[in-house]
Every structure is written in C-alpha cells, then in structure tokens.
C-alpha cells in the first residue's frame, strides 16, 4: 500500500526558510514523480512543485525561485526547500504522487507571521 508523508511544517517568520520532506514507502519510489500542493484556508488546492523521476523540476510562478524540489532515492524521501517565506505562502502542504493510482499524504501545516 503506498503510503506518503509529510513532516517539516511549523510556524516561522517572513523570509525565513524551512525544509519539508516527503517519505514514502509502498511504491516503485525512484522511478514515480512526486509533486507539492497546498491549500490556504477558504482557498482551493493549488499546485507547487514537482519532480519527476530524470529528475527533473517544474515549479508555480508563485515560488519559483524561492523553493527547490529534491529527492534522495536511497531514502524515498522527496524535499521541498521553501526560503524566502511570506505570508501568502501559509498552507497546510501535501505530496503527492499518480504512481498506480492518486495517493496523498496526510499535509503539514505551515504558518509564516511575525
């Protein structure tokens, strides 16, 4: 059964960084794209990063150059560096991946205030 999860959210203040990892188990990890959504309250679901098992990278404009999508096979784990934090960017964040079906892990909040 696949399973993803995430861990790394907390509260932190504007321009400040955290790092978010995804673990998954379950699933033929190296060889699946794993992507990052987020929801903001009262907001739908939007779509933040990817990477794809080359791997390669695509990001939103609205975090393009302040996170960086990674993944370190040996752990099957998938990393989403966040810098340069701002308000907006306040979400519970989620993985996700279309591996043999849709799977999501279960999001990790992420607050950024002063």
């Known amino acids: 059964q696949v399973q993803l999860v995430e861990s790394g959210g907390g509260l932190v203040q504007p321009g400040g960084s955290l790092r978010l990892p995804c673990a998954a188990s379950g699933m033929f990890f190296s060889g699946a794209a794993i992507s990052w959504y987020r929801q903001a309250p009262g907001k739908e679901r939007e779509w933040v990063a990817q990477?794809?098992?080359?791997?390669?990278?695509a990001y939103a404009d609205s975090v393009k150059g302040r996170f960086t999508v990674s993944r370190d096979n040996a752990k099957n784990t998938v990393y989403l560096q966040m810098d340069s934090l701002k308000a907006e960017d306040t979400a519970v964040y989620y993985c996700n991946t279309n591996w043999g079906g849709i799977y999501w892990g279960q999001g990790t909040q992420v607050t950024v205030s002063s």
């Open positions: 990477i794809t098992s080359m791997p390669t990278t």
